[in-house]
């Protein structure tokens, strides 16, 4: 175990309630340190490709980098089944409310790698007009990786960062157990004339008026 | 280049005399040839010489006359490339039409058309579409209208095909501005040479990447339905095919059932999207399916997801900016892309190759082909139901071969490795000892080992014999190319039919086979993976003896290149068909127009015909076996 745990301490080791041929069979830690622990050993990607970073995601999952080594190798078609999308490549307008609906569609807890500098900020393709500037202009975002695209190791890095984000968490704060806070998602942007944040509709209406 | 630009096959691809450096006019008027002289003599008042390239066709009402003369007489069979111009100085959009002759080859025919510049967000008048000659002009017409909004008369489904429905302005006529636009060449003047590190958000009123105009309500606003596409598959079909590509028109048939029994059934149609987030579809690619039980009785494809404006960016960046840029189009096949861009200027600037630059493109660009059809199998295998066991493979394979261009060119996939006139780094010796493991050892090896397991697999074979066949006049009428129609019996590679760097020395065979269903598409990527090594073999060892290392830039090097005015059509054969970049230069640092005939996006145009009447499984194999790129597809 990669969390912090002890052997029975020594005023256990007599106590009644502990069978004798399990005395050196238990481990006392805490509920954070072992539901996180597993959590993050056991993520399932999106099965999701947007552009050439998707390609070195690819190859990340196959043999040579192999992907399963840390427990992460069950892409996940359907949103409703995965934890972690990985956002690998040039989010268009045109693609981003799909996007977002999907995120809203994974379950919680649910996390977002920025895989590359276009997801992370539009890239090499900012100035383009179909282009959004990143993808945390819509959904949070929890690692973000340059390169274009980025090696295969800095992926897995970026994983190693988020199983270091995981455990940190802890069940008593996270949002997704506190009763009454529930995440209702992202507002969907809509495709008008241009791409239309409506969070910004207000604004939008006021700038526009004749 | 000097072989390549001396081929008495192919006069019009030079470029015409260039103007004096900077100067707009006067332009020199396309060299006529004879099949040009031919339809001037023929069709006397509706054509002139037009600048710089082909002919121009004056009269409209003459287009479609002339343009069946160019295919039944002329035999230029194949619509190779569409796009439009706009020289906003003279107040027009020119559209372009390139022709070709498929198999034969030789320099593409030009007809080009004028409609004067409409104002702002206006449409053009109508000119006439090519779609009733050349179906393959479905998909090129819609984007030249996307683009520009010329209004194609005639094309069957005349809708936005990048964008979407709804989207403000023409994105690349000349005077329409996005939200970042900083000027209108690169280098920006704000940022060179002192330098403004301010971001893009910082500078635009929206402060992100959006732009409205006045008077739009957010609240208002109606967006296009997403929904009319699948409106316009409602109508109602008997459950018969229409369109009669080799499927035969049966109804379906219920085992057990006679004809009246089936009549009184009465199945269900079912609209089904897939994508643009969907394993099979190779991207962010959507597909619409109709099915009649298990059926497709309908297919349309919605694209433009991965559409990140290559070609405005294009227009604005200097020549030297767009290499790295078209690493990104079909990004499995990185260097390759590049040939065919830096071909193109450098027929424009006349520049010279050295021998040892022209070994290296063809070693490393075949090196390339064969990682992308390794990819295309594997995944056309996945496809097929072998889920990602044949894939893992030939990743592995592929792997070595990005390990040798990484080590030679820095970078895994995005290589940037070609420049005008030479390449940007030789071989080491370690890396050529590499080179050499890999050619003459390790991947004959691979492929023996991928024919001896898949080709005669009995599963492989029974799901993709006779799946998604299509006959070679209806694959030449939709613009098909690369091993799609060379699996219907048509030789057709642009390493012959037009040919460039040093493909003329080699010994190699262009594989053909004749029944046009997956299978042959698969046999043809595997022969011609055993080609690519022959070639590779043979520019190894030549390279040895007949070139000089550490010779890599013909010419001077230079990070500031002018091109003389003119224009090109320059073309290469991709692993997945003919890519083709159209070019043209007003003597500037900047292209004027950049396009790319993308072989991709044109092959998906035969998508519906291959896999109506097909099971819908089917429709997910065929995608496979046309082997696109989506971010080739959708620039
Ligand atoms: S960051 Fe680079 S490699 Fe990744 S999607 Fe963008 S352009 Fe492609």
Redesign the interface.
Known sequence: MATQTTNIPDELKNDPRVPEDLNNNIFITTLDKIYNWGRKRSMWPL??????C???M??TA???HDLSRFGWELMR?SPRQADLMIVS??V?K??IP?IVR?YNQMPEPRYVVAMGSCATS?G??????????GID?FIPVDVYIPG??P?PEALLHSFVKLQEKIEKQSIRTVRWYTTGKTDNGMLVP?????????RR?DE??Q???? | MSEVTATPAKPAAKPAAPAAHGAAKPVAAAKMTPEMSAIAAKFGGAVEAAQYEGLLVTDHSKFIEIATYVRDVLKYNQLTNNTATDYIKDGVIEVVNQFTRVPQGGAPLTLKLRVPRPSGHDKTQPVPSLCPLYPGAEFQERETYDMYGVVFEGNPDLRRILMWEGFNGWPLRKDWKEAYYEGDTKPFESRWPGGDHKLAEERVPWEDNVNYPPGFDPFAFKPHPDGDIYDSMLAPSDGTVSIDNGHGVAPTIVEGLNASEMAELKTDEIIVNMGPQHPSTHGVLRMVVKLDGEKVTDLKLALGYLHRNHEKIGERNTWLHNIPYTDRLDYITGIYNEWGYVLGVERMMGLKTTDRVEYLRVITGELTRLASHFWAIGFLLNDLGAFFTPALYFITERDLIIDLLEAVTGSRMMCNYMRFGGVSRDFTSAQWAMARELAFERLPRTIDELDHFLTENEILKARSIGTGYMSADRCIAHSLTGPCLRAAGIGYDVRRADPYGYYDRFDFDIPVLYNGDVYDRYLVRVQEMRESLKIIQQALNQAETQSKVGDIQGGKKAYNHRVPAGQCYARVETPKGELGYYLVSDGNQNPYKYHIRSCSYINLNSMKEMAVGQKVADSVVILGSLDIVLGEVDR
């Open positions: 099965l999701f490709g947007l552009a050439c998707a390609i070195e690819i190859c196959a043999s040579r078609a490549g040039t268009t045109k693609m799909q999907l539009g090499p393709f900012k100035e383009g007009y179909n282009v959004v500037s202009k274009c695209p090696r809509y495709l008008g004339p241009d791409l239309v944040d409506l509709a939008i209406k700038k526009t008026a004749l």
